[in-house]
């Protein structure tokens, strides 16, 4: 039996990008999908052949994420957040009201808008989740608590968030806000874009959690990238889509690495010109923007941002990394990367040449860490990526 599904995406790279092969999978098998996505999106949705429903964002679609945050910056989290949920939802109900669909999909960021439509709706959820998963038993909100500025509750933008949200939920006629509101609770069908081994306290998940690795971007959407015909190793260099605009970061690499024998790639982001960066050594090859999974399939060693999905696409081509976290969040990727053996960590503030050589040269000759890295690499290719997502998907359909 064929199924109208609608997905509810946050507009973030990570967050999408592991979501559109899936999308493409269940399209070729006969479903329909139902896209509810920004026009930074909308064109790569419509080319798996979903139909992408629009909503405009209340993030700017170029920001970039500051290093630090203040508690005051902090307390605006939530209500942002929500107030992005609201927009999607009003999208959403538009364009699906007179035509619902069978289940809806949600990002782990959209759980306000999902779970309030599927209960209106009176239709099954299920949460794609491109992050580490949480749990009754783990949580990572509490595992970093303690890395962030304490909040006082009494916040003018939380209590305007308890307001807003209790506001979007009765004005969908439904009950006020409860603890699955705040806590982001389980679905029956959770998609975990990450090898089960990866995640913390992974014992703690039950049959609701469908680990399916990496979820990689389909090549064929990629440009090509070919390495070197000399046979260098390849470093690839690069702090994914948010946290990028740190010039002395790359100037570093640059000094790091000017006399290494390897072909050197980075990516410094759309918001720092390679240019601004000088002169540097024949075998640098700089763009704002790298095809990443490409690269990786040939690089020795990847020094990243550490994020998950730039940790996941790592490990999927068994390359060793070494994580220089930009923001408290991506501590905790760096920390299991280094807790686990497939890589070494550099704090944001000792990220020196120096440094930064060191560990590059020791993550490409451990043998220790190339063999941790190629054996989490066996994990999260056997996770069976989008073909998997998909069968999980429609099992769950298929359970009424």
């Known amino acids: 039996m064929k199924h109208h599904i609608a997905f509810l995406g946050s507009p973030y790279q990570g967050h999408v990008n592991p979501t559109l092969s899936v999308v493409a999978d269940l399209v070729r098998r006969g479903h329909r999908v139902t896209y509810v996505t920004t026009d930074q999106f909308a064109e790569r949705v419509a080319a798996t052949g979903a139909e992408a429903v629009r909503y405009t964002s209340v993030w700017p679609a170029d920001r970039s994420a500051p290093a630090e945050m203040s508690a005051d910056e902090m307390a605006q989290g939530p209500l942002q957040h929500l107030r ?54 783990f949580s990572v909100l509490q595992a970093l608590a303690e890395e962030f500025p304490a909040l006082d509750p009494q916040h003018p933008a939380l209590i305007q968030f308890g307001t807003e949200l209790a506001e979007f939920r009765l004005g969908q006629g439904l009950s006020a806000p409860g603890p699955g509101d705040f806590l982001a609770a389980a679905e029956d069908l959770n998609v975990v874009f990450l090898a089960e081994e990866f995640q913390p306290a992974a014992d703690t998940f039950d049959e609701r959690y469908v680990f399916v690795g990496a979820g990689l971007v389909d090549p064929s959407t990629q440009k090509p990238w070919n390495p070197p015909a000399d046979g260098r190793p390849v470093l690839l260099i690069a702090l994914g889509t948010v946290f990028n605009e740190r010039p002395d970061f790359y100037r570093a690499c640059a000094e790091a690495f000017a006399d290494l024998p390897w072909h050197v790639v ?70 299991r990367t280094a807790e686990l053996g497939l890589g070494l960590r550099i704090a944001r503030t000792e990220a020196t040449p ?32 989008a073909r998997r997502a998909a069968d999980a998907i429609e099992a769950y359909l298929g359970r009424g």
Not at 113 to 130: D, F, N, Y
Not at 376 to 385: D, E
């Open 84 to 137: 992005e949920n609201i927009a999607a939802a009003t999208a959403a109900e538009a364009e699906l009201a007179a035509d619902l669909p069978d289940l809806v999909v949600y990002d782990a960021l959209m759980n306000f808008a999902g779970k309030a439509l599927a209960e209106k709706w009176k239709r099954p959820a299920a949460q794609s989740v491109p992050m580490f998963a949480s749990n009754e038993h």
């Open 354 to 385: 120096e440094a930064l050589r060191a560990a590059v040269l020791k993550a490409a000759e451990d043998p220790e860490i190339r063999r941790r890295v190629s054996e989490m690499g066996r994990q999260v290719r056997a996770g069976g990526g």
């Open 266 to 335: 980075m990516a410094t982001g759309h918001r720092v010109d390679p240019a601004e960066l000088g002169e540097l050594p024949d075998h640098f090859e700089v763009h704002r923007h790298v095809p990443q999974t490409a690269v990786l399939e040939h690089a020795r060693v990847f020094v990243t941002h550490a994020g998950v999905r730039s940790a996941m696409e790592s490990l999927h081509h068994d390359t060793p990394m070494v994580a220089v976290p930009q923001s408290v969040e991506l501590d905790f990727t760096a920390r």
